[in-house]
């Protein structure tokens, strides 16, 4: 009885760790070439056609992929290991390993092979649906 409350007290702690590792990154504040500053989050919005922050789907498309981050085919893909995803969680306990973090989220893609940048090889992303960051979905 015992054993069973510790495993569903780790269980809860590991899905709050996704949560928190996501909500890190998506509220992570990035300033674009204009010298505005966004949240990840918001640019994401912008790269699936919602929000108003006065930037095409393209140039938000744009963005993200130079910070190791895609939008496709109903998930936000971040690459497995880009200086700057780590710069964004630098003071937070998933810097360096986030995408083993990420994968935990439910119907996450781990390990799939994406192209981020045009022109450049595909790399290892873990991809998490848009409508687990979007509740309605995107």
């Known amino acids: 009885m015992s054993q069973h409350s510790l495993d569903d007290h780790a269980a809860a702690g590991e899905a709050r760790d996704e949560g928190i590792c996501l909500g890190s990154i998506l509220q992570s504040l990035y300033r674009v070439n204009s010298g505005e500053t966004f949240t990840i989050s918001e640019i994401v919005a ?8 006065g930037m095409t789907p ?12 895609r939008v496709k ?5 971040f690459q497995n290991s880009h200086p700057e995803i780590q710069k964004l969680l630098d003071k937070t306990a998933y810097a360096v390993n986030y995408h083993l973090i990420l994968k935990r989220i439910p119907e996450a893609i781990a390990g799939e092979k994406i192209r981020i940048l045009q022109g450049q090889k595909a790399v290892r992303a873990c991809g998490v649906p848009l409508r687990f960051i979007f509740e309605e979905g995107g």
């Open 46 to 53: 912008a790269a699936i056609g919602r929000g108003n922050i």
């Open 58 to 69: 393209m140039d938000a498309d744009s963005i993200l992929r130079r910070i190791g981050i």
């Open 73 to 77: 085919d109903g998930f936000v893909f």
